[in-house]
């Protein structure tokens, strides 16, 4: 299935505002790490309902904010929620992670959240990104989904896209391949997700609370940031 059919239907039935709600848990710890300043021009990659830009949108006036989804359906509602709030500097584009619509040096910042992992090739992204980044921009990428998570080996059975699962060691080799320094990587707790206590284990979804604390509050959400030489 293409990551259009896909997409579109998730965001159909509402799954972009879910995963909105599960990622800020992780994401809004990343966006306020991220050095953007008044002015900058940022592109959120995979940019589902859109909420990161908002985010950034409401603490630091963006001369632009460019949210690019292979999902049509994606980018039509976040535009929509985009509208309610009024941020005029940001905006939301359908197309590939493959080719970014892009001019060289042209971007301040890049923010993936839960998205780099769907790329055809991550390897020809990797350099995408590198090529629109101006010298010291940065990408802060952060995924759920990579090789240390074994919570999340098996999410590849429920979705047709195919996903690349890569430790946090090959994605700093592939950063530093495209041309990115690795800035630092870190794993990001999710504080927010409740941890029933001990007596309520099994859960339909966890076998003990021991591995739900690991994957929520040890392994978390993987952040690797590149900085553009
Ligand atoms: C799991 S969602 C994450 C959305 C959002 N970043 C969040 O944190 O909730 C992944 C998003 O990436 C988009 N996507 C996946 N592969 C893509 C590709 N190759 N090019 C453009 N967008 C893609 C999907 O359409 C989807 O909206």
């Given at each position: 299935?293409?990551?259009?059919?896909e997409?579109?239907?998730?965001?159909?039935?509402?799954?972009?505002?879910?995963?909105?709600?599960r990622?800020?848990?992780?994401?809004?710890?990343?966006?306020?790490?991220?050095?953007?300043?008044?002015g900058d021009?940022v592109?959120?990659?995979?940019t589902?309902?859109?909420y990161?830009?908002r985010?950034?949108a409401?603490?630091?006036?963006l001369?632009?904010?460019y949210?690019l989804?292979?999902?049509p359906?994606?980018?039509d509602?976040?535009?929509e929620?985009?509208r309610?709030?009024?941020h005029e500097?940001v905006?939301?584009i359908?197309g590939?992670?493959?080719?970014l619509p892009?001019?060289?040096d042209s971007?301040d910042h890049?923010?993936?959240?839960e998205?780099f992992?769907y790329?055809?090739?991550p390897?020809e992204?990797l350099?995408?990104v590198y090529?629109?980044?101006?010298?010291g921009g940065?990408f802060?990428c952060?995924?759920n989904?990579y090789?240390?998570?074994e919570?999340?080996?098996?999410?590849q059975?429920?979705?047709?896209?195919a996903?690349t699962?890569?430790?946090?060691?090959?994605?700093?080799?592939a950063?530093r391949?495209?041309?990115l320094?690795?800035?630092?990587?870190a794993h990001?707790p999710?504080?927010e997700t409740?941890i029933?206590?001990?007596?309520?284990?099994p859960?339909e979804?966890w076998?003990?609370?021991?591995?739900m604390?690991?994957?929520?509050?040890?392994?978390?959400?993987?952040l690797t940031?590149g900085?553009?030489?």
């Amino acid at each position: 299935m293409s990551v259009r059919d896909e997409f579109d239907a998730w965001a159909a039935d509402g799954r972009d505002k879910g995963m909105e709600r599960r990622h800020w848990h992780t994401a809004k710890h990343v966006l306020a790490g991220m050095p953007v300043e008044a002015g900058d021009v940022v592109l959120d990659l995979g940019t589902g309902s859109g909420y990161a830009l908002r985010a950034l949108a409401d603490t630091t006036p963006l001369s632009a904010g460019y949210g690019l989804d292979g999902s049509p359906e994606m980018a039509d509602n976040a535009r929509e929620y985009t509208r309610e709030v009024g941020h005029e500097a940001v905006g939301y584009i359908v197309g590939d992670f493959g080719t970014l619509p892009f001019a060289t040096d042209s971007i301040d910042h890049v923010f993936s959240m839960e998205a780099f992992y769907y790329a055809s090739d991550p390897h020809e992204t990797l350099r995408e990104v590198y090529r629109v980044l101006r010298p010291g921009g940065t990408f802060h990428c952060a995924v759920n989904y990579y090789e240390e998570n074994e919570y999340s080996h098996d999410w590849q059975d429920s979705i047709d896209v195919a996903m690349t699962r890569w430790s946090a060691s090959q994605y700093r080799a592939a950063f530093r391949a495209a041309g990115l320094a690795v800035a630092t990587q870190a794993h990001v707790p999710d504080e927010e997700t409740e941890i029933p206590p001990s007596e309520a284990f099994p859960t339909e979804s966890w076998k003990t609370r021991e591995a739900m604390v690991e994957r929520y509050r040890e392994l978390g959400t993987l952040l690797t940031v590149g900085v553009a030489a």
